[in-house]
């Protein structure tokens, strides 16, 4: 299994551009979420998705938008960057507990570098 | 929005040192996750608890599921220059939704 991989790595954006940031994983996970990190803030949770065809906003969802088309992709993306969103994103994955009744320990990806000029 | 505390902010101790640091929350949870990330990379999982009072240990790591739900604790011994990084605390509310807490940066002296 690759887990959860992301792609870019390393991203450079300037204000007003679209972009979008891609997640996808192997494991047959029903649950997965975005998460921005910012120095000094831990992980924020973007937006998050318990099942193909269903996404909800986390703590932090404007500028942002997620679709879940299958159980293994997940992208986010970001229509008009500004520089607040410079930060690390963090794609996630799990198993639901409440629908499945296995654990819910998240598995992260690698994150990708987003930086807006 | 959820608020999950955690200390200290940052450790700096010698080598062979044990480690403790806590978690607490606004809210009760019903499960608590420690994480632990090196840079550049993303948070990897080092302990679930899923019972209050719940006691785990992962090698030299252990970790408590706090009576109240409403914190948690772990616990490092002899830490080696490995155990570098930044330490998380985590939950899940009642909606899916996962929550954070602010880290915990731990430098290990040689």
């Known amino acids: 299994n690759a887990g959860v991989t992301q792609t870019p790595k390393f991203q450079v954006l300037k204000t007003g551009q679209s972009m979008t940031l891609q997640c996808a994983q192997d494991m047959n996970h029903e649950y997965m979420s975005w998460y921005r990190q910012d120095p000094g803030m831990g992980l924020r949770l973007i937006h998050y998705s318990v099942g193909a065809g269903i996404t909800d906003q986390g703590e932090v969802p404007n500028g942002y938008n997620v679709s879940r088309s299958t159980t293994e992709d997940f992208p986010l993306r970001l229509l008009s960057a500004a520089p607040s969103q410079t930060s690390v994103y963090f794609c996630?994955?799990?198993?639901?507990?409440?629908?499945?009744?296995?654990?819910?320990?998240?598995?992260f990806g690698p994150g990708t570098r987003l930086t807006v000029l | 929005g959820q608020q999950l505390n955690q200390s200290p902010q940052s450790m700096f101790i010698q080598e062979g040192e044990d480690v403790s640091m806590n978690c607490t929350s606004s809210s009760i949870f019903n499960t608590w996750l420690w994480y632990k990330q090196d840079p550049g990379e993303g948070p990897v999982l080092l302990i679930a608890?899923?019972?209050?009072?719940e006691l785990t240990s992962n090698g030299r790591l252990t970790a408590q599921f706090g009576t109240t739900r409403k914190d948690s604790f772990l616990n490092i011994s002899a830490s080696i220059p490995s155990d570098v990084g930044i330490y998380f605390c985590a939950g899940p509310n009642t909606g899916n939704q996962f929550y954070f807490g602010t880290g915990t940066s731990l430098t290990v002296i040689p």
């Open positions: 608890l899923y019972k209050a009072g």
């Open positions: 996630a994955s799990s198993y639901n507990y409440r629908t499945s009744g296995r654990e819910n320990t998240q598995y």
